[in-house]
């Protein structure tokens, strides 16, 4: 099942109002807990802006898998700065402030307490997960660095670590010892239009072998950046995250 209900996000505009989508299994028991980026294409096609969605309660009420899942919309007309930790440029088209702070502040302080408070979740750290894509996968690294206090595991796919490849590896150096990443990547994203995705996806790795923490690196062959290849990846995703997925 899957419930919703509006929330008053601090945009980088301003106070909106957004549309938070939570799947609920289908037992009702207490358990753990995965908070998704770019929730307007968690579950529904017909929301996405993209033409297609992860499909995540499909997935999800398939494989009977106990996880609770909280996903915010995005500011559409501002996601570059609402999901970016840091400024970057790359022309006039591609510009964020880096206000990504203000959202990990809000969701881990306020929208976190409301959903643990409403829906009887495991809250604790160690049940508590993050995960998103492209820009959202960058969030994902870095509320795994940040607020690691709260998120015990991430699913970082396609992770928008171009905008900038030493900050981005940096993000690693500060995950917990016991933390854990998931982190892949399509080799069809490849593109001249962002130069810096090799040398960044090799700093990443590099850091992730430095680090020596638990952590999966998957180059997918020929998966292009899209929902439709995100979707593939849940299994993968979910079994990091601990939980048995039927083949």
Not at 61 to 73: E, F, Q, R, T
Not at 183 to 189: I, L, Q, R, S, V
């Amino acid at each position: 099942m899957i419930e919703e209900f509006t929330a008053i996000v601090p945009a980088p505009a301003g106070a909106e109002e957004r549309i938070v989508s939570v799947y609920i299994p289908k037992d009702g028991r207490p358990c753990a807990v995965l908070y998704l980026f770019d929730g307007q294409t968690a579950f529904f096609d017909e929301r996405s802006p993209y033409g297609g969605s992860l499909r995540l309660g499909e997935f999800l009420d398939a494989n009977g898998i106990p996880l609770l899942v909280v996903g915010v919309a995005c500011d559409r007309k501002n996601r570059l700065t609402e999901y970016s930790p840091f400024p970057f440029r790359v022309n006039e088209n591609i510009v964020s402030e880096g206000k990504g702070k203000v959202f990990m502040d809000w969701l881990t302080g306020t929208l976190k307490p409301h959903i643990d408070g409403r829906y009887g979740t495991h809250f604790d750290r160690a049940h508590t997960f993050i995960m998103g894509s492209s820009m959202g996968g960058l969030m994902a690294m870095y509320a795994l660095a940040e607020y690691g206090h709260i998120f015990s595991r991430a699913v970082s796919m396609s992770a928008a670590v171009w905008t900038d490849p030493e900050k981005s590896a940096a993000f690693v150096k500060k995950f917990a010892p016991d933390a854990a990443l998931y982190f892949d990547y399509g080799t069809a994203e490849m593109s001249a239009l962002f130069p810096n995705q090799r040398p960044a996806l090799a700093a990443v790795r590099a850091a992730l072998g430095e680090w020596g923490g638990e952590y999966v690196f998957e180059m997918i062959r020929g998966a292009k950046h899209t929902e439709k290849a995100w979707r593939k990846r849940l299994p993968a995703a979910m079994r990091f995250l601990g939980f048995s997925v039927r083949d």
